[in-house]
């Protein structure tokens, strides 16, 4: 096989003497401190489970490609939330492949070996020189605890459901079939409801990003001072993010005063104004990828003002009354219902809307003020199992052990001339993430305070 490699503008020719000079005195040993890995086991059942779902089919799974940044430069790796999933593994460019009998072999890029050729110190891609080491075929099957075989032997002849869109490459060799959706819609719903150790994996996930907004907190006074505050207070949950997981789990939100009207505000090149709220929506995504998603907002000054106390706890009860409804068996969406009647009766209170409750939620009027849902499955997708059917996951019922988040918030725009001067500009979201229970919901994000008074007392304690 000819060998192809990814050289760039660092590479330089390479002399018959250097070659044969890089090909030896290598000491070639194994890799130490090999094992399974935890989620090991936990992979396992879950490809019995997607085998059993379609018995005597064959399923590709693709772990997905590198992607470019820009010109040569590749973003940072990570795998399909499905293959992740299945396998634990986080290798670019493998296929995991569920034979008709249902055994599972995991198809791998793994290592060059130094002595067959020159991939290892001049392919700038895959090269272990380049991008780290790759595990060899043994390792990766002792890491997963599943049969390995090398890429270049994978024959995708034949019949086969395919998860489509994560590498176009096995998409062009497998014909389309009618059943991809399917497979597609299984391997979303199949996440819905979280084992014992996933939840173990989102837990310290959320208990990292705890510590990711003390750390926000206690950097106001510098981040006050620079021009791009936002950014300053960006850097500083990127760096717990990056001390404690794999990276943040989706771009940071850190947006100051008219910002927070921006959903999803991720340019963070704002100042910090003392007299301004800050919305702050971030999550650490654990080494394993699992994702928190909370947003805090509260004073820069420390201190709620007046106005700015009415907004938030008008979202505080709108949230509490959303978080009270969960429970298995109660209907996915009967959650944002709760939070938006409260919501409905607060903006009548204030004068902005004039109809009662019930005809503001069929009219749609108060969406004028807060635009989304209030909450959405939470994994390895910080909005995980999103190809789920609407039947299962938003027309559906909660179960024990599905983990979501409750955000409800309020954007009074900053131009709306429906509002009273003093509330334009305000922003206000309250999200926390919870696992629902055999009687309720579990607030794994209660290291955070939700009351104004206690946002108050918490920043007092921090700064």
Same mark, same amino acid.
């Given at each position: ?8 503008s660092h590479d330089l020719p390479v002399t018959d003497e250097l070659a044969a000079f890089m090909r030896t005195g290598w000491a070639g040993e194994r890799r130490a401190g090999i094992a399974p890995l935890p989620i090991a ?17 064959? !399923? ?147 208990d990292a990003t705890v510590r990711g907004f003390e750390d926000v907190v206690r950097a106001l006074p510098q981040a006050m001072g620079h021009r791009r505050g936002e950014r300053y207070l960006e850097g500083v949950f990127g ?97 944002? !219902? ?21 005809? !503001? ?14 909450g959405h499955m939470l994994g390895l997708d910080v909005h995980d199992c999103a190809k789920s059917r609407a039947e299962v996951y938003l027309d559906g019922v909660l179960e024990e052990g599905q983990v979501l988040t409750v ?57």
């Amino acid at each position: 096989m000819t060998e192809v490699l990814n050289t760039g503008s660092h590479d330089l020719p390479v002399t018959d003497e250097l070659a044969a000079f890089m090909r030896t005195g290598w000491a070639g040993e194994r890799r130490a401190g090999i094992a399974p890995l935890p989620i090991a086991p936990w992979a396992a059942k879950r490809r019995a489970a997607l085998a059993q779902r379609f018995p005597g089919e064959r !399923l590709v799974i693709p772990a997905g490609t590198l992607k470019v940044r820009s010109n040569d430069s590749d973003y940072r790796f990570r795998p399909h939330s499905a293959y992740a999933y299945l396998t634990g593994a986080g290798e670019s460019d493998d296929v995991l492949v569920i034979e008709p009998s249902g055994e599972a072999v995991l198809y791998v890029r793994p290592r060059a070996p130094r002595e067959e050729g020159q991939e290892f110190y001049r392919d700038r891609r895959y090269g272990e020189f380049w991008a780290g080491p790759r595990p060899d075929l043994a390792e990766a099957a002792e890491l997963y605890q599943v049969e390995c075989a090398h890429i270049r032997d994978l024959d995708l002849k034949g019949p086969a459901r395919v998860l489509r869109g994560v590498d176009a490459s096995v998409d062009a060799r497998v014909e389309r079939g009618g059943g991809d959706a399917e497979l597609e819609s299984f391997l979303s719903e199949l996440r819905l409801i979280k084992d014992e150790w996933e939840v173990g994996e989102l837990r310290s996930a959320v208990d990292a990003t705890v510590r990711g907004f003390e750390d926000v907190v206690r950097a106001l006074p510098q981040a006050m001072g620079h021009r791009r505050g936002e950014r300053y207070l960006e850097g500083v949950f990127g760096l717990r993010a990056r001390l404690e997981g794999n990276a943040v789990g989706y771009d940071s939100i850190v947006a100051s005063g008219s910002h927070a009207c921006v959903l999803h505000w991720i340019r963070n090149d704002g100042p910090l104004r003392r007299d301004d709220l800050l919305l702050m929506d971030a999550g650490v995504e654990s080494d394993t990828l699992y994702t928190a998603d909370v947003t805090r907002t509260f004073p820069l000054s420390g201190r709620f003002s007046a106005v700015q106390r009415q907004v938030y706890e008008l979202v505080y009860e709108a949230q509490t009354a959303a978080i009270a409804t969960l429970r298995p068996g109660a209907r996915f969406r009967d959650f944002h !219902l709760a939070a938006m009647r409260v919501v409905c009766e607060g903006l009548r209170d204030w004068g902005l809307l004039k109809e009662p409750a019930d005809t !503001l939620l069929e009219t749609g009027l108060y969406r004028r003020y807060t635009l989304c849902s209030s909450g959405h499955m939470l994994g390895l997708d910080v909005h995980d199992c999103a190809k789920s059917r609407a039947e299962v996951y938003l027309d559906g019922v909660l179960e024990e052990g599905q983990v979501l988040t409750v955000e409800p918030g309020l954007y009074l725009q900053p131009d709306d001339l429906t509002l009273p001067e003093e509330l334009r500009g305000i922003g206000v979201r309250i999200e926390d993430d919870l696992v629902i229970t055999a009687d309720g919901a579990e607030l794994l994000s209660g290291g955070l305070p939700r009351h104004p008074d206690e946002i108050e007392s918490w920043m007092g304690t921090l700064l």
